[in-house]
């Protein structure tokens, strides 16, 4: 049978997490053969800024506030399914790194954030390559797997056309 590694990036993505664990769980492939490695990040407030809450505005705050809380939650909630499920998969990894949330909406989308998410990538490429993983899936939270035969489909097309090269898009 082949292993798949999934290497997951929830962010603060928690409505969506039921849905995402869902359809993980409802692949009618192996789930000993599936290794999952989840990467997050848990945010903090610089301390520097932490007392005076981002120049003052309230709607500002607010938007701080709330960012801090989904991703408490949303990290609850990973690390939950994650020792309620390790047991059925191969292996389940769960990857939380610090990030400082910064007042500015848009730096966290900045090019050290995406130099952070590629090193993370091409991490899960050399963990699968050392695992024997034949295929390698990446997914974000809102990427939901709403056919059960996902995983069996992409293994199948491998084992008829051992040549072929699958590729998803972005």
Not at 97 to 103: A, C, I, K, N, V
Not at 111 to 127: G, L, P, S
Request: glycine share 2%; net charge negative.
């Amino acid at each position: 049978t082949i292993t798949i590694t999934v290497l997951i990036h929830p962010y603060n993505k928690l409505n969506y997490l039921p849905f995402l664990f869902g359809g993980i769980e409802s692949q009618i492939y192996d789930h000993a053969r599936v290794r999952l490695h989840i990467i997050t990040e848990q945010l903090y407030l610089p301390k520097s800024d932490s007392a005076k809450r981002y120049n003052d505005q309230e709607s500002e705050e607010l938007w701080m506030d709330q960012r801090i809380v989904d991703n408490e939650q949303t990290i609850a909630i990973l690390k939950f399914w994650v020792n309620n499920n390790r047991k059925f998969y191969n292996d389940i990894q769960l990857s939380i790194r610090d990030q400082e949330l910064l007042s500015d909406k848009d730096s966290y989308w900045d090019e050290e954030r995406f130099e952070r998410i590629m090193t993370a990538k091409n991490q899960a490429i050399k963990d699968g390559y050392h695992s024997w993983s034949d295929y390698l899936l990446f997914l974000d939270a809102d990427v939901i797997l709403v056919n059960p035969y996902t995983l069996s489909n992409l293994t199948n097309s491998f084992t008829e056309t051992p040549e072929a090269v699958v590729v998803g898009p972005m």
